[in-house]
């Protein structure tokens, strides 16, 4: 079955930095695109960013865009979320986020168990 697994989440200062990794198994990784949601206390989950099969096309939403980056090694079969001045307005629980296929138009199939990412003012 597809396991998708999060790494890297924890608490930092407004302005800091944190890279997501997320390791993913049980299908062929090069495949599908990936992505990034988010969920705060109280909120929706909702979408940050996402990346095709090959890496080549991305997506992201406006209140991430300029600070965040998402790149994935198919290699390794990892997607990583490099999140740079944070603010406080990120936090919240981080969950990777397999899809359908190849776009990043697609489905959202497989979620990841979620990984906290605090920052503190």
């Known amino acids: 079955q597809v396991q998708l697994v999060e790494s890297g989440g924890g608490l930092v200062q407004t302005g800091g930095s944190l890279r997501l990794s997320c390791a993913a198994s049980?299908?062929?990784?090069?495949?599908?695109?990936m992505g990034w949601f988010r969920q705060a206390p109280g909120k929706e989950r909702e979408f940050v960013v996402a990346i095709d099969s090959r890496g080549g096309s991305t997506k992201y939403a406006d209140s991430v865009k300029g600070r965040f980056t998402i790149s994935r090694d198919n290699a390794k079969n990892t997607v990583y979320l490099q999140m740079n001045s944070l603010k406080p307005e990120d936090t919240a629980v981080y969950y990777c986020?397999?899809?359908?296929?190849?776009?990043?138009?697609?489905?959202?199939?497989?979620w990841g168990q979620g990984t906290q990412v605090t920052v503190s003012s």
């Open positions: 986020a397999g899809y359908s296929g190849s776009s990043i138009f697609g489905r959202v199939t497989y």
């Open positions: 049980g299908r062929t990784f090069s495949m599908y695109a």
